[in-house]
């Protein structure tokens, strides 16, 4: 056990805990005999935004397996049902899975993300429309209590406390072990449309209609938050599903390299980077050129897993280039009818010149049985911003409120901004989750940063 400084991805909030290597459920128990008044958390690759794997002057369980045995990685060549220990990462699993023809049925736009985290923060992807978020698409999962005893959990078996797990930011316990049904793939290649669209209009009419949006199994568009006038919202919307052998042009191809895959991280960000130097202006210039280089007409071609699913991944530790400032990811999500709310949020960041590097914008699908599964029917906005930014505070401030009006929430995997009462008016199931969640863990044990920013556990001090 060593005591660390650590941040979540966006380096803001640094705090200082007890971290111990947590990988199998009898160093968790051995490890949990230690702990303190402030309790424990589980850590994955720490790629949440903000503090939901810290906990400052207490425990942290970090369980990352970097190279997992046979026993800990089990893919049924029929099914494609994987059964995974919980520290393995999606990068592990598509090494050893794509090669096989099976691939995550839910990625988010990284691939360094464990199993236990991608079950905590019930991650979606780019096709949430039509397959929804990752506990849709578990068999169960094995869940070790605060109490030492590993249960399983399934959408039949507990499955108020399967559903209180899954997107329940590791307040529940810690993910041992999952079975993941996988989806079937051909090759390794991914068929992309391409299309660049002029203005907030333009995007909403390209993706709003089911008929149309639905025929692709993924669909995101990225939005530039600078452009303003008759420019405003304009965006580049990539659509796309997996492609099958006959898209290979090369007929040898067909049967042997089909599904070859090697992703590379290919740079490495300096370590160390001045504060500013991603800013309006730097990210004007970016945001014309990215806008511009897409094509004018619709365009379909193929793209590798990687430069499709996860580009940033290219990059080693692309988080520094913000400087020692850190920055703000913030995600929200409006009920589909509220186009208004959505524009006059794109208005309001437009006019404030607040400069986002990613801005990505989603239609989300139906919401599944999780209490504090983030996505539901509706638009998501993703942005991240310099911490540092001037007036920052004040506009997400004025930005929730519109989002919460409108009925809608904020995503707790990214956030480190919100109030805990936000988290009441945008989950109103919270209370539900919160009931099921002390039945798990009568002791408090699980208790995070940000558990008590938001009041998740001790709720005597929600606002």
């Known amino acids: ?47 949440s ?12 369980l970090v369980n990352h397996l970097e190279d997992p045995s046979a026993a800990e990685f089990l893919l049924d060549a029929d099914t494609g049902v994987l059964e995974v220990a919980a520290g393995v990462s999606l990068d592990e699993i598509l090494r050893r899975s794509v090669p096989r023809g099976w691939f995550v049925p839910v990625t988010p736009g990284t691939r360094f993300v464990t199993v236990g985290g991608a079950i905590a923060s019930d991650i979606h992807g780019k096709n949430h429309h039509v397959d929804g978020s990752f506990g ?38 810690v993910v041992v072990r999952a079975a993941i049904r996988l989806i079937p793939i051909e090759t390794a290649k991914v068929t992309v449309e391409t299309e660049r669209l002029g203005d907030f209009d333009a995007v909403c009419a390209a993706m709003a209609d089911p008929a149309a949006d639905d025929q692709y199994r993924y669909s995101v568009c990225w939005v530039d938050l600078l452009a303003r006038g008759a420019s405003m919202g304009r965006g580049v919307l990539t659509r796309g ?9 090369n007929g040898a191809q067909r049967t042997e390299g089909a599904l070859d895959y090697d992703p590379k991280v290919r740079i490495a960000a300096p370590p160390w980077m001045p504060n500013g130097v991603l800013n309006k202006w730097s990210i004007k210039a970016f945001n014309e050129a990215w806008f511009r280089k897409a094509p004018s007409r619709r365009h379909v071609g193929l793209e590798s897993i990687a430069a499709f699913f996860h580009p940033l991944d290219v990059v080693r530790n692309w988080n520094t280039m913000y400087g020692s400032q850190g920055f703000i990811q913030y ?12 524009r006059a949020v794109i208005e309001r960041f437009s006019s404030a010149g607040v ?30 911003m310099a911490a540092g930014a001037v007036g920052l505070p004040r506009l997400l ?39 099921v969640r002390d039945q798990m863990d009568p002791r408090g044990l699980w208790r995070s940063d940000l558990a008590r920013r938001l009041s998740l556990v001790d709720t005597g001090n929600a606002e």
């Open 397 to 435: 401030a004025e930005v929730d409120e519109m989002v919460l009006d409108a009925g809608g929430r904020h995503y707790l995997a990214k956030d480190s901004h919100v109030s805990p009462s936000a988290v009441r008016r945008g989950y109103p199931r919270f209370d539900e989750w919160l009931s």
């Open 241 to 249: 599903d997996h492609a099958p052998r006959s898209a290979l042009s």
């Open 1 to 47: 056990m060593t005591q660390r400084r650590l941040s979540g991805w966006g380096r803001t909030a640094w705090t200082v805990a007890d971290v111990v290597e947590a990988t199998d459920p009898m160093s968790v128990v051995a490890a949990l005999s230690t702990s303190g008044p402030r309790g424990a958390i589980a850590r994955g690759l720490g790629r």
């Open 136 to 173: 849709q698409h578990l068999e169960w999962l094995d869940l070790l209590l605060s109490s030492g005893e590993v249960v399983r959990l399934s959408p039949s078996e507990q499955r108020d406390w399967f559903w209180a797990t899954v997107g329940g930011m590791g307040l529940t316990g």
């Open 355 to 384: 400069a986002s590097f990613l801005a990505v914008l989603k239609r989300m699908g139906a919401q599944n049985d999780a209490p504090m599964s983030f996505p539901t029917k509706g638009w998501t906005l993703t942005l991240d």
């Open 331 to 342: 995600q929200f999500i409006v009920p589909l009818e509220r186009t208004d709310v959505l």
């Open 49 to 60: 935004y903000g503090a939901a794997a810290q906990n400052a002057g207490g425990l942290v």
